[in-house]
């Protein structure tokens, strides 16, 4: 089955800076990736997310980047803001997200003021 | 945009007795719904898929007797944990399908 690993699993940013989190997927067959932004104590809510019919795919601050060579997707939030800070979780799924997602092990960012 | 619901959003039951979690999707029918678990710090695992009218697909390892999954209509799927015990603590989070899955808010379960 599908196995995705996320990194890194803590990071802090200074307010203004920005911040990148990967995954790496293992089944070449997966072609859908979210990102989820989980707050404390709430389901986690899509951010974004890519096909692999895409590249890269960018809203406002947030852009994802796909590599399917070498099977890995980033997260790139620029201009971070406090409200940034909650854990990030990167996905993968087969047949464009109409089936199962596999979760990354999460990436508790921090932005400080 | 698509709304999850999930109910109750806490609970506390005592070790031996069943609960039963509500997930709604309130403004647009799925056929799909998924079931998750998350402990504490770490990620959601998929516990099943819900499809309406048929019985749930199990992930490995998870105990189909134990957790009866129900998804009678196209906008409710419920999960009965049976005989809890205080290892089945855990927040439990649902998502429905509609051309990308929409999250639930969880419920935390929190078994004495």
């Known amino acids: 089955g599908e196995n995705v690993e996320q990194h890194p699993s803590t990071l802090s940013v200074q307010e203004g800076d920005s911040a990148v989190i990967k995954c790496t997927y293992s089944?070449?067959?997966?072609?859908?990736f979210p990102w989820y932004k989980q707050e404390l104590g709430k389901g986690p809510q899509l951010i974004i997310d890519?096909?692999?019919?895409?590249g890269e795919k960018k809203d406002q601050r947030i852009a994802v980047t796909l590599n399917k060579t070498a099977k890995h997707f980033s997260l790139h939030i620029t201009e971070t803001q406090p409200e940034d800070s909650a854990v990030y979780f990167c996905a993968a799924s087969i047949d464009f997200g109409n089936e199962k997602l596999t979760f990354g092990t999460g990436t508790r960012l921090t932005i400080i003021p | 945009g698509a709304v999850v619901s999930q109910h109750p959003s806490r609970v506390i039951c005592k070790s031996g007795t069943s609960v039963k979690i509500e997930c709604r999707s309130l403004d647009f029918q799925a056929t799909t719904m998924f079931w998750y678990r998350q402990f504490p710090k770490q990620s959601l695992m998929l516990m099943a898929t819900?499809?309406?009218?048929?019985?749930?697909?199990?992930e490995q390892g998870v105990e189909k007797d134990k957790f009866l999954i129900n998804h009678a209509s196209l906008t409710l799927s419920t999960l009965t944990v049976t005989s809890a015990h205080p290892e089945d603590s855990s927040f439990y989070i649902c998502s429905a399908l509609s051309y990308e899955q929409y999250f639930g808010p969880g419920t935390r379960l929190t078994v004495t």
């Open positions: 089944d070449s067959a997966s072609n859908y």
């Open positions: 890519i096909r692999s019919n895409v």
């Open positions: 819900s499809n309406e009218g048929s019985k749930a697909t199990y």
